[in-house]
């Protein structure tokens, strides 16, 4: 059994974690950490947990977190650059949900995430946690940096036509809509309920803090930098992310359905369906799937890419998990393969 | 293994027994049925199936349903009644998720149901599954009722305050609100999202079908006759109902939390919540719990019982495999502990 | 033209009120105050009444109050006891939304709000601002203490049974949901989008602020007191509030849908639907009505009444407009026009 | 007063059209009619409009709907087409809700609605009601053909780009994303509320009907052929569309907003937000305004024009109005005052 602590495990992400551990075969829970809850169990603070996990919040100070096999972090970004070279030195193995070590250049993660990098040592270490991208490297390392849920649904639905050189590359398009739990359980006025639910607004049209990682990870498909516009919206429904991509063609000629077909037939996540089929977020709530179609209306110059996932599960706590199975060795869907909720 | 069909299984019930079967770890998926979608791979038309499912939608005359141990019956009433004897006499089991078998007298059925009983006969044999009331004659019989969704959740909240013959029996009131699934899949212009949305209503005010059928579990409770005044909701949510109960306390004095929290305590799929709690369906999304609270407010005479379920998993699907594995002497809870989907 | 101001207009009942007020054909709008927010277009922080009002907020200190006609207090409870009487005393009309004088007697509005009462000396004077009930009254007042939105469904809903001594009045029952706006715009966990979409519950059970307030209007009606359970619970909807309520019939042989019909024939605002029908809140969006049905389950003992109406509108910012009409001596639907949006 | 009538209004434009005529001042409703529900009240079948129309639904047949200054055709794709001439010729103008008329091509027509095009010999003279674009010609026609919801939102958010010759016209994106009630009230397994509540997807992303009748718009712009890529979604929410535009521009150095606020500072439907807000669709919620809002991300060559309407009025119901107050020279804004609802 591997031992595993959650840090910070009072947010949507923590507490999809539990959801997914608790049932998890190789998995035993040892601690889960709040400073504002600790003393409380979890299941009072979240009844759905009731009669599943028996388990006190304790003080991240207090847990002995070091004896974990591995941590997860599901803290807001800033925390686990303070924490994890601790535990890393300790001997735990670390998975960070947070934004802290995503990006390799400390200044451009200055920029975008507004404070001084607490360990900028450890960033070359880290490994990008996408699996259908970087799957060798997960299972080398020690500390890995899960990817944010936008960047891993435009990532894996741009790579097939970036691996194969198949389009511009200065012109990339990412409209991405995003459910309201993937902006946190933090109280904010865009998401209480009487603002979100019965309308849909685009935010951060601007810049928004994903866009250097997808970048990042884009540019790493085609060995050169990518222009890309990013804009992300915020849909009225809970969990779930859909993003619509848009690509020039080189040669309006390629067969697109059979190009992913091909590049997903060995992903036990990524799901590339019927030609003329469009995903839908609700296929794919609760479960570790990302589901993809691609179109090329009127037979034009322009793929047009559809993926969708759950935020809170291929985009976070599922993946997260998935990198764990691959760090330990074992069957990557070990403990994934809860069916999506439908209706 | 245990070899099982379903019948009619394109609507939300029968999805949702798809779902969880899937994953139980002892049952073998023998045949799903349904005359419209015949030939056609169950996850072409439920995409949140894809890669859970290899089976095509078979004829419900080709399928070999007489070869399977048990037989669910997802369809609309007045179909079961027609099927399910000729499987019984070739040695099926049979739980029908239908209404055809929950009333003992075919005139009531008839009155209710607008149409003669098909099978009369084997009304008495069969057995009321609600295994919180009947678990001892659910295990002897080859014939389950498996109950409505209302009167689960009308039931399972009354019955402390009923079998202590703690409340005046001839003013029961039940305001129970559902989500839209409840409703079926059939196309109705109530449950078009632009009815349904930001809206919310009562209907069949003066008298809905489950009536009869609440009654008649509440008499058995109490040996006697009741007056129940029942009034149906529609919830603009997909699923979950959410049941307030309120009765005439014969004497204010009794410890009413103590009272359900020993009634239900060796019940795995009953939860009485901590005193003051009020439960909410979300947090049974998913899972086969039904989850209680009792109020008396201001210490009056009145008890006020909240009680909510998935309408879908304990009040239909989950609670007709939780019937299942009492039939085949399995431990009740096999197969049936996926956690609620939060949030 | 009445000279209006609305202190605390940063609510969701204070921009109703900016909303239904703007095309009233006889105001003129002097001043809108918020502290937090003085300085600003009101428009800015409120873009759907970008292009219907130009006023900046002002500090309810700077602003000449005292020389409005009339001013509204939107403001959270504990605000207008402060300084309405200073108003008042200058001239000024005022109708108060908040609770501060709704409730006759100190030691109870004490109670239940926590704190001391500040100008206990006008609640003998304020007039309960509940037109169907009290309108005479309200014409002659300077002080008009507006219903909360569950007292005035719920009242509406029973006052033709109380007026006429036809039920049981010491087991009313209110089963009442509310959309979220009732719970106001202040951030809380529970008024969060994933808290609250997809979900439904009780809340309050044991005991809610609006109680007192409902049973003091009820007594009104009878002349004795009367005992009342009351359960609010919150929906996934916006706007709307449904209640059902119940009472035990004195003679079971009252034609209950005429009842209803004569008593509000009259009444501009509140609406009684065909035999049969049921309302739902869509069918009051936006508008100033309050729609009822009555039924008598299975001919009983008991009469359920169904009454809805939006939460903002009939039951706060239309029917303080309502009665700023009939202070000023305006015909009462005077600025109240506007049609339910469906769907 | 000009004598209205409406052909079709069960519909959500039709019931949309009575909404907003019922209190323009200067309109008769002569009569509404309806196949389906001849006879019955309007009222009786949409509850919102109880007590505000006393009309009951005539047969088209009947209603001497030539007789009408104006005739309003709220009608399935194909019914104008064949009524429209005849009263044309009788003397009444006609405002076609329709697609019938919008496109100059009747070849064109039928390739996209599968159908032969039944007055051909009009489409020449059928002006497209897009008053920001067509105002002369509308005030000069008999013959009005209403823009469709989603076209109506691409040019106007196009519009200042296109007609100043600033972006490339070959690589044209609209992301658009509608709400169910543009997909109208006919019943579908898409519309249902268990389908469409808590997810998202694109449909028809190969080609949807709209994309000639906004390719013809832009190309009117521009004097030259466009490339478009139009994906149509579908959002959870009941009313509102927003469109997220994409285009190259040619010169990155543009003031972009200028130009939107200076193209638009004299309609008075289209409202350009202050630079870096974004529009959300429930500020224009029961409202005729379209709110746009422009960006040029990290100062690059795309520009990403946001714009919202909401789809029943602008994009329906409340522009058919705005062009009928242009054809009868009454101020475009008569009877279309109504404040979005917010919350």
Request: glycine share 10%.
């Amino acid at each position: 059994m591997i031992r595993v602590s959650i840090v910070g495990a009072t947010g949507y992400t923590g507490v999809e974690l539990v959801r997914l551990l608790a049932t998890h075969p190789e998995v035993e829970l040892a601690a889960v950490t709040s400073r504002g809850e600790r003393g409380k169990p979890v299941a009072d603070i979240f009844p759905s947990l009731r009669g599943v996990i028996d388990l006190d919040y304790s003080d991240p100070e207090d847990a002995a977190l070091a004896d974990s096999d591995v941590v997860f972090f599901a803290t807001p970004n800033g925390t686990a650059m303070h924490q994890a070279p601790a535990l890393l030195e300790a001997g735990a193995k670390v998975i960070d949900l947070s934004a802290d070590y995503r990006l390799r250049d400390p200044a451009q993660w200055e920029h975008w995430y507004g404070q001084q990098h607490a360990s900028p040592g450890y960033l070359d270490e880290a490994v990008y946690g996408l699996p259908e991208m970087n799957r060798k490297l997960i299972g080398q390392t020690r500390l890995v940096a899960n990817p944010g849920c936008y960047p891993t649904v435009v990532q894996l639905g741009f790579m097939p036509l970036l691996e194969n050189d198949l389009v511009a590359t200065d012109s990339l398009i990412a409209d991405v809509k995003s459910g309201v739990s993937g902006a946190g359980r933090k109280l904010t006025p865009a998401t209480q309920f009487c603002a979100a639910a019965e309308s849909f607004s685009a935010y951060a049209a601007a810049g928004h803090r994903h866009l250097p990682e997808i970048k990042h990870g884009l540019s790493a498909m085609t060995g050169d930098t990518v222009g890309l516009v990013f804009v992300p919206h915020l849909l009225p429904i809970i969990r779930g992310i859909h993003a619509t991509l848009y690509a020039r063609l080189k040669d309006p000629g390629t067969d697109l359905h059979e190009l992913y077909a091909r590049r997903y037939a060995r992903e036990q996540f990524v799901d590339v369906l019927p030609q003329g089929a469009h995903p839908d977020t609700a296929s794919v709530k609760g479960s570790n799937s990302c589901r993809i179609a691609v179109f090329q209306p009127q037979g034009g110059a322009t793929a047009v890419v559809l993926a969708v996932e759950d935020n809170l599960v291929k985009g976070a706590a599922g993946q997260a998990i998935q990198n764990m199975n691959i760090l330990f060795g074992l069957p990557e869907a070990t403990g994934l393969t809860q069916i999506a909720l439908w209706p």
